[in-house]
């Protein structure tokens, strides 16, 4: 169950899916508890189903329900507390994200390309608008993660505290949260379980905030750190794992972590009147995008994502 939550961040690392645990617990309880319950059902339904014991072993099977649990508690039951709706519907997820993950599988397979988080994005978009018209769920539909405080005034000082909390944000987003403690617990994660993945996810985060700030971002989705969690996961997927780790490589996971700024906006606006979660859409099309093109790039050395691991042993594999 906790390399579940250690894929979140595309690791097996027991430790480090604690410490996500953790950052989801420390913020939010209730969201906590959510994910909890999603991963239990998603894993024993995975197992009586028949469901590859590597790939169980490894948390992938997991990590979606974890996420879409986290999430469900925020969009379709935000202020409630842990209620027995609340926990029947992360079930109902947790049993919906098998059969998604399993299809992602079998589908993106035929392009060589991982499932990543659109089982879970995919879960919350039916899920989530759908909450309200079960009554007896008793479901409280939120607009997403709570906005930031108003931009802090005195100097330069207090616009480097705004940005580092900014950043801190982001991490925190991973796993739903808006808490600067949980965004430094999730970054302690990635750390311990490569170092490589936590200086890039750092470079994501850092450039997308600012590319955020630059393009005039409002004030509350700058501050909660909405534009630096796609931007770290991205960089954590393309740099040292879905390609070989190279210059090349990092200016490209770059670029393409400062698009998810206008393919969040976009799909923020695209899925207001329908009620759907942007959550990590952005990241994951634009991942799908890249691992797509690998073909057309010569200069990069793609990686089968049967050989995935930390980008550490991916390296030493394949040198």
């Given at each position: ?37 999603a991963v239990l059902v998603s894993t024993a339904a995975s197992y009586g189903l028949g469901v590859p014991r590597a790939q169980l072993r490894l948390g992938l099977y997991s990590y979606n329900a974890a996420l879409a649990g986290m999430g469900l508690a925020l969009f379709a039951f935000d202020g409630r ?239």
């Amino acid at each position: 169950m906790l390399s579940g939550y250690g894929q979140i961040c595309f690791n097996d690392n027991t430790l480090s899916g604690l410490l996500f645990l953790g950052a989801c617990m420390v913020a939010s309880p209730q969201q906590g508890v959510s994910g909890l319950v999603a991963v239990l059902v998603s894993t024993a339904a995975s197992y009586g189903l028949g469901v590859p014991r590597a790939q169980l072993r490894l948390g992938l099977y997991s990590y979606n329900a974890a996420l879409a649990g986290m999430g469900l508690a925020l969009f379709a039951f935000d202020g409630r507390g842990i209620t027995v709706g609340g926990i029947f519907y992360a079930a109902l997820l947790g049993l919906l994200c098998v059969p998604l993950t399993a299809a992602s599988f079998r589908i993106l397979s035929i392009w060589k390309i991982p499932p990543l988080a659109l089982p879970y994005c995919l879960s919350l978009a039916i899920l989530v608008p759908a909450a309200p018209r079960f009554a007896a769920l008793g479901a409280a539909v939120s607009a997403g993660s709570p906005g930031a405080a108003a931009p802090a005034s005195g100097g330069a000082s207090a616009a480097l505290l705004e940005y580092a909390n900014a950043a801190a944000n982001g991490f925190a987003e991973i796993v739903w949260q808006h808490n600067a403690v949980s965004g430094l617990m999730v970054l302690a994660g990635i750390f311990i379980a490569s170092r490589i993945d936590g200086l890039s996810a750092v470079c994501g985060v850092c450039a997308a905030t600012l590319f955020g700030r630059l393009l005039g971002l409002p004030q509350g989705d700058f501050g909660a750190g909405v534009l630096g969690y796609n931007a770290a996961l991205l960089m954590i997927v393309l740099f040292g794992r879905g390609y070989a780790a190279s210059r090349p490589c990092f200016f490209f996971a770059l670029c393409m972590a400062l698009l998810t700024a206008p393919m969040l906006s976009f799909l923020s606006v695209a899925f207001m009147p329908f009620g759907i979660p942007v959550g990590a859409f952005p990241y994951t099309i634009c991942a799908f995008m890249a691992l797509a093109a690998k073909d057309g790039l010569k200069k990069l050395h793609w990686i089968n994502p049967a050989e995935w691991g930390v980008p550490e042993t991916i390296r030493t594999n394949t040198v």
